[in-house]
């Protein structure tokens, strides 16, 4: 397949012009014109890199790819490295960031939705990447942290009463916890996302709505790797999706 084939496909299906995002979404880094290997993981890290170059793909495909705003644009150091190392083997990046958490099928929150069994009802937050529902079995909040323990493959913190039922929740993948107070406008029972801050613990705790940090990696493996297996069956590429371990 064409690289300007690939990221004109992508950028059809994801639709980035719709976001403000932190990064430029899309071709990251132009590599060779064809592509018949993809590797896709959850960031483009110099491991990630690595493991391309080693099953000699010809395409990175990642939610958290370069060029963050406010981000040193200087190429020194581990920057230079990782760009060094696309440029010398011909490696295209693609990275897609906002476009892939809001995806309604293959984003993070969809397939979050999709992993535990939520129920979807709609959506809120910053243009609209926030997604709330309900559980298809209400249960207490601690044996919610254990069937996320086993589909995550990590133990949730959490705050709030270990007892309190959940009927009604709203979660949002990766650095969501700002979109906290939103969901306790919603009238849900708990709220996940991947990272907590200070304040978070205080917003919960006087609200009494619980608050579920459950890893910003761990929330956000889903949609690449779902983006990845959806270019497999529709173009027939090999598409081959790496978890680097990361315990945020």
Known sequence: MKLEELT????????????????????????????????????????????????????????????????????????????????????????????LDAHPTLGNNAQLAGLTGWLPEGRFGEQDIGWYGRLEQPCVLLELAAQLTALLGRQPLLIGDGARQIRRIAWCSGGAQSYFEQAIALGVDAYLSGEISEQTVHLANESGVAYIAAGHHATERYGVKALAGHLATQFGLDCQFVDINNPV
């Open 8 to 99: 004109r496909y992508l950028d059809s299906l994801l639709e980035p012009a719709k976001f403000r995002d932190y990064c430029p979404n899309g071709l990251q880094v132009e590599g060779g014109g064809e592509i018949s290997r993809i590797v896709a993981g959850v960031t483009a890290s110099q491991s990630l890199l690595d493991v391309a170059v080693d099953r000699g793909a010809q395409a990175i495909l990642v939610h958290h790819g370069y060029f963050w705003k406010g981000e040193d644009g200087r190429v020194t150091g581990l920057r230079k490295r990782r760009l060094q190392t696309l440029l010398r083997h011909d490696i295209s990046l693609l990275a897609y960031h906002l476009p």
